[in-house]
């Protein structure tokens, strides 16, 4: 190679070397100085429109204003269940004090009646159902006719077995009275 090849070279590498440095600057110009810069000019207000520097203000101040008493209010709620919390536990320890049980007697007394009228109820359903069986027996045994079936009818619906096997009889004519 001549010598005036060799510069030509070193001076294409020289050239793309600058290139690379320029480039990786730029990169880092844009990675690290552009957000830095942005970030100043979002937090800088603009010069060339006072109005919107005002607004911006009002609203800053109105944001505050919606903060405190969010905070006053927040404040007030917890004052006031911690004054409840308070007159709870005095009635709790007056009504211990009393030797009362406070809050079971009266919640249990409750389930506890109901339970005793259901109870109830169901035997009283048992025997009316048990006596209207009975009744339709004897009649069967009294008439000679009719079936077994008529007894299970009236033990599992009871007054409606019953009327219906009344029903029934009245439409037989050789029955007597």
Same mark, same amino acid.
Request: hydrophobic share 40%.
């Given at each position: 190679?001549?010598?005036?090849?060799?510069?030509?070279?070193?001076?294409?590498?020289?050239?793309?070397?600058?290139?690379?440095?320029?480039?990786?600057?730029?990169?880092?110009?844009?990675?690290?100085?552009?957000?830095?810069?942005? $970030?100043? #000019?979002?937090?800088? &207000?603009? /010069? @060339?429109?006072?109005?919107?520097?005002?607004? %911006?203000?009002? !609203?800053?101040?109105?944001?505050?204003?919606?903060?405190?008493?969010?905070?006053?209010?927040?404040?007030?709620?917890?004052?006031?269940?911690?004054?409840?919390?308070?007159?709870?536990?005095?009635?709790?320890?007056?009504? $211990?004090? #009393?030797?009362?049980? &406070?809050? /079971? @007697?009266?919640?249990?007394?409750?389930?506890? %009646?109901?339970? !005793?009228?259901?109870?109830?109820?169901?035997?009283?359903?048992?025997?009316?159902?048990?006596?209207?069986?009975?009744?339709?027996?004897?009649?069967?045994?009294?008439?000679?006719?009719?079936?077994?079936?008529?007894?299970?009818?009236?033990?599992?619906?009871?007054?409606?077995?019953?009327?219906?096997?009344?029903?029934?009889?009245?439409?037989? !004519?050789?029955?007597?009275?």
């Amino acid at each position: 190679m001549n010598v005036g090849g060799k510069h030509r070279i070193e001076r294409k590498v020289n050239m793309q070397k600058r290139m690379v440095l320029i480039g990786l600057a730029a990169t880092l110009f844009f990675l690290i100085g552009h957000p830095v810069l942005a $970030q100043e #000019k979002r937090h800088m &207000p603009k /010069q @060339g429109r006072p109005v919107s520097n005002i607004e %911006h203000q009002r !609203k800053q101040l109105e944001l505050g204003q919606l903060r405190a008493d969010f905070d006053f209010q927040n404040e007030m709620r917890e004052i006031q269940l911690k004054q409840k919390r308070m007159e709870l536990d005095r009635q709790w320890k007056d009504m $211990q004090a #009393k030797g009362q049980q &406070p809050f /079971q @007697g009266k919640k249990n007394w409750r389930g506890h %009646h109901k339970m !005793k009228h259901c109870v109830g109820f169901m035997f009283l359903c048992i025997i009316v159902h048990l006596l209207l069986a009975i009744w339709v027996y004897q009649d069967i045994r009294r008439r000679n006719m009719g079936s077994g079936i008529w007894i299970v009818v009236t033990l599992l619906t009871g007054f409606l077995g019953a009327l219906l096997y009344a029903i029934v009889r009245l439409g037989d !004519k050789s029955a007597p009275a």
